[in-house]
């Protein structure tokens, strides 16, 4: 057993306020990085960080702190892409293409999605997002309305920040029940309660996102009247562009008078600043220039298009374009949740890429993946100002991580930041993650909550 002996984890706070001694790694809104190798945070009543730097600027609040040892404090990671109902599939389909894959392994567990299934698999699957550092996610459900209530009411119990949808489809789906004349009507009405219910729920920890699942699976009418839903009710709005070749020729067969994919969801009135679009891998100079013009958001899945062989998004021209990007998971098209994990594969595909001699520009550090995993997938959700950073004044979405997982031998804890967060990278251990807290409050499934 690697884990540091030194912190019992019926230490650890389950409730706000609470101080934690630890070291402290985390971007900072205004640029930069602060780091910290004694540390403090302190959590107020109402989970709010009042102080994270120093202990030795706040002696008396160090000296009544949790002690973590060599535990280090991060904010919570932000998955940008999941989806709930896949989880069960993880790790199975490598390689096949995407619409196959759909079909052969997608399809099918999402038919089964009911409400019942889903009482099991979304506590379950809260559960694993906090045990793999990730404090927001952006998911898609399944298109069961009742399956949507249950993962939302689990949510709600559980403590992660989540923003949900009910998935849809009027062009293709799995759903046998429903009527393809009324498909839509009810796919839309459905969305809207569903949003009704739980958009802003417990003071915007719960927020929904209309999420049709891309254009090949929905109608024009579809894209617009859901984008139009999520624009009337400040809601997010989310789907999926450009992933794989054969899934771009087949929207321009199906969309004609589209300019090219992303002119499909212009049409529709989808880009904006509260739309995440999920891959992106494979975008024209003018897609690109359309997505930074309307401030859309980009999910970068690089695990998903890897393990599908969908494609390596050009990171590096994106970002040098002024494109907002995060990182996602892509469960179950990414194999798994981790988003340390999704900052290995990125990193890796932009050297890929570079040996290619497709990218000139070296691939950004360390801390530069964990800005992209953190603050800016809380911008990429309007939530920046509330969380993806410890800095006084916003909600304390923390995860405290052993280090000591990722080091090669017993005693190799790095010093400095840039190693730090390197091991924490290409080092991932399924366990490092020890507890995470939502709004000072501990989130069930790390593993030193059990
Ligand atoms: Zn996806």
Same mark, same amino acid.
């Given at each position: 057993?690697?884990?540091?002996?030194?912190?019992?984890?019926?230490?650890?706070?389950?409730?706000?306020p609470?101080?934690?001694?630890a070291?402290?790694?985390?971007?900072?809104?205004?640029?930069?990085?602060?780091?910290?190798?004694?540390?403090?945070?302190?959590v107020?009543?109402?989970?709010?960080?009042?102080?994270?730097?120093?202990?030795?600027?706040?002696?008396?609040?160090?000296?009544?702190?949790?002690?973590l040892g060599?535990?280090?404090?991060?904010?919570?990671?932000?998955d940008?892409?999941?989806?709930?109902?896949q989880?069960?599939?993880?790790g199975?389909?490598?390689?096949?293409?995407?619409?196959t894959?759909?079909?052969?392994?997608?399809?099918?567990v999402?038919?089964?999605?009911?409400a019942?299934?889903?009482?099991?698999?979304?506590?379950?699957a809260?559960?694993?997002?906090?045990?793999?550092?990730?404090?927001t996610a952006?998911?898609?459900?399944?298109?069961?309305?009742?399956?949507?209530?249950?993962?939302?009411?689990?949510a709600?119990?559980?403590?992660?920040?989540?923003?949900?949808?009910?998935?849809?489809?009027?062009?293709?789906?799995?759903?046998?029940?429903?009527?393809?004349?009324t498909?839509?009507?009810?796919?839309?009405?459905?969305?809207?309660?569903?949003?009704?219910?739980?958009?802003?729920?417990?003071?915007?920890?719960?927020?929904?996102?209309?999420?049709?699942?891309?254009?090949?699976?929905?109608?024009?009418?579809?894209?617009?009247?859901?984008?139009?839903?999520?624009?009337?009710?400040?809601?997010?709005?989310?789907?999926?562009?450009?992933?794989?070749r054969?899934?771009?020729?087949?929207?321009?067969?199906?969309?004609p008078?589209?300019?090219d994919y992303?002119?499909?969801?212009?049409?529709?009135?989808g880009l904006?600043?509260?739309t995440?679009l999920?891959?992106?891998?494979?975008?024209?100079?003018?897609?690109?220039?359309?997505? !930074?013009?309307? %401030?859309?958001? *980009?999910?970068?899945? +690089?695990?998903?298009?890897? /393990?599908? @062989?969908?494609? $390596?998004?050009? &990171?590096?021209r994106?970002?040098?374009?002024?494109l907002? !990007?995060?990182? %996602?998971?892509? *469960?179950?098209?990414? +194999?798994?949740?981790s988003? /340390?994990? @999704?900052?290995? $594969?990125?990193? &890796?595909?932009?050297?890929?890429?570079?040996?290619?001699?497709?990218?000139?520009?070296?691939?950004p550090?360390?801390?530069?993946?964990?800005?992209?995993?953190?603050?800016?997938?809380?911008r990429? &959700?309007?939530?920046?100002?509330?969380?993806?950073?410890l800095?006084?004044g916003?909600?304390?979405?923390?995860?405290?991580?052993?280090?000591?997982?990722?080091?090669?031998?017993?005693?190799?804890?790095?010093?400095?930041?840039e190693?730090?967060?390197?091991?924490?990278?290409?080092?991932?251990?399924?366990?490092?993650?020890?507890?995470?807290w939502?709004?000072?409050?501990?989130?069930?499934?790390?593993?030193?909550?059990?």
């Open positions: 057993m690697l884990a540091s002996p030194t912190v019992a984890s019926t230490r650890l706070p389950e409730r706000p609470f101080s934690l001694r070291r402290l790694l985390t971007p900072l809104a205004d640029g930069g990085t602060l780091h910290e190798a004694d540390g403090l945070l302190v107020d009543g109402g989970g709010r960080i009042a102080y994270a730097g120093a202990a030795s600027a706040r002696p008396s609040e160090a000296e009544g702190a949790v002690d060599k535990w280090v404090l991060l904010p919570g990671m932000v940008l892409h999941a989806h709930l109902p989880l069960p599939n993880a199975l389909g490598a390689g096949l293409d995407l619409m894959w759909l079909r052969r392994y997608v399809f099918p999402e038919r089964d999605f009911t019942e299934e889903a009482s099991v698999a979304a506590p379950a809260w559960r694993a997002f906090a045990s793999a550092g990730t404090t952006l998911v898609y459900g399944a298109v069961f309305e009742a399956s949507l209530d249950v993962a939302f009411e689990a709600e119990a559980h403590g992660l920040r989540l923003v949900l949808g009910k998935v849809m489809m009027d062009r293709i789906t799995y759903d046998q029940t429903i009527d393809p004349a498909i839509l009507d009810r796919s839309l009405r459905e969305s809207i309660d569903l949003c009704s219910r739980w958009h802003m729920r417990d003071d915007g920890r719960l927020r929904y996102a209309f999420t049709p699942r891309f254009a090949v699976s929905c109608s024009m009418e579809m894209l617009r009247e859901s984008a139009a839903a999520a624009a009337a009710a400040g809601a997010h709005w989310q789907t999926h562009v450009s992933e794989d054969g899934e771009i020729a087949e929207v321009a067969r199906l969309f008078e589209a300019l992303v002119d499909v969801y212009d049409r529709a009135g904006g600043e509260r995440v999920a891959h992106a891998v494979h975008l024209s100079d003018r897609e690109l220039a359309r997505l !930074v013009d309307t %401030g859309t958001r *980009v999910a970068h899945c +690089p695990g998903s298009n890897l /393990f599908l @062989a969908s494609g $390596v998004m050009p &990171l590096g994106y970002l040098d374009a002024g907002s !990007v995060g990182l %996602g998971s892509d *469960v179950s098209a990414g +194999p798994d949740l988003i /340390f994990g @999704a900052m290995r $594969v990125g990193f &890796l595909s932009w050297n890929a890429l570079r040996v290619e001699g497709r990218v000139s520009s070296s691939v550090g360390p801390l530069r993946w964990l800005r992209m995993g953190t603050l800016d997938g809380a990429a &959700l309007g939530i920046s100002d509330a969380v993806g950073s800095e006084a916003k909600e304390a979405d923390v995860i405290a991580v052993d280090p000591s997982f990722a080091a090669p031998v017993p005693g190799e804890e790095d010093d400095a930041a190693d730090l967060m390197s091991r924490l990278i290409f080092r991932a251990h399924p366990d490092m993650v020890r507890a995470a939502v709004r000072g409050r501990s989130l069930a499934g790390p593993g030193a909550r059990g």
